[in-house]
T-cell receptor, first 114, second 112 residues
Framework: DGGITQSPKYLFRKEGQNVTLSCEQN?????MYWYRQDPGQGLRLIYY???????QKGDIAEGYSVSREKKESFPLTVTSAQKNPTAFYLC?????????????FGSGTRLTVV | LAKTTQPISMDSYEGQEVNITCSHN???????ITWYQQFPSQGPRFIIQ???TKVTNEVASLFIPADRKSSTLSLPRVSLSDTAVYYC?????????????FGQGTTLQVKP
């Protein structure tokens, strides 16, 4: 079955550490996105990529980095510069820039700073 | 900032029809209207999408008036499992920046 796989489902990070969240899709989608969700809030866009080897900052990119070396993969690194990284992180993909067919989301990674 | 406005919360009872209305005051000519559903600790799930008039699928109906400044998601005979957050968005078309902007959504609580 096609879909988006995020791993791990739960992640714990110590203060000052960098951590990388994985996002893989086998839908042959061109565009991929990372969102952050805090309790009781909507989703906020961190980074997005419309083609391989290209990505753009979203609304809250500070303290995060991404890469898009392969069409199927869009990993997100939460760096030590991110002051409040505890949140629920969601990855999504879509067929193309013109998203007439909707976006597909992964099941999320819950990151907790300990 | 989200482009849409919708109620923060709604309550309903099992078996009732629920209508959630969204305002799309800044919708562009080529934008489509899309609704997503999100359960706790899961990613949003695409429910329905339309451009104008009425669209119906196995899950819901979507009503869009001629001016496209609003949309109404209709859930027939809700059950407890329909308790979730519902988001409306207008994106796509030539105005699409390649990203979705989510508001806070409408939290629907279905009671027994």
């Amino acid at each position: 079955d096609g879909g988006i796989t995020q791993s791990p489902k739960y992640l714990f990070r110590k203060e000052g550490q960098n951590v990388t969240l994985s996002c893989e899709q086998n839908l042959n989608h061109d565009a991929m996105y990372w969102y952050r969700q805090d309790p009781g809030q909507g989703l906020r866009l961190i980074y997005y990529s419309q083609i391989v080897n290209d990505f753009q900052k979203g609304d809250i990119a500070e303290g995060y980095s991404v890469s898009r070396e392969k069409k199927e993969s869009f990993p997100l690194t939460v760096t030590s510069a991110q002051k409040n990284p505890t949140a629920f992180y969601l990855c999504a993909s879509s067929m193309a820039k013109d998203s007439y067919y909707g976006y597909t989301f992964g099941s999320g990674t819950r990151l907790t700073v300990v | 900032l989200a482009k849409t406005t919708q109620p923060i919360s709604m309550d309903s009872y099992e078996g009732q029809e629920v209508n959630i209305t969204c305002s799309h005051n800044n919708i562009a000519t080529n934008d489509y209207i899309t609704w997503y559903q999100q359960f706790p600790s899961q990613g949003p799930r695409f429910i329905i999408q339309g451009y104008k008039t009425k669209v119906t699928n196995e899950v819901a109906s979507l009503f869009i008036p001629a001016d496209r400044k609003s949309s109404t998601l209709s859930l027939p005979r809700v059950s407890l499992s329909d308790t979730a957050v519902y988001y409306c968005l207008d994106e796509g078309g030539s105005s699409n920046t390649g990203k979705l902007i989510f508001g806070q959504g409408t939290t629907l609580q279905v009671k027994p």
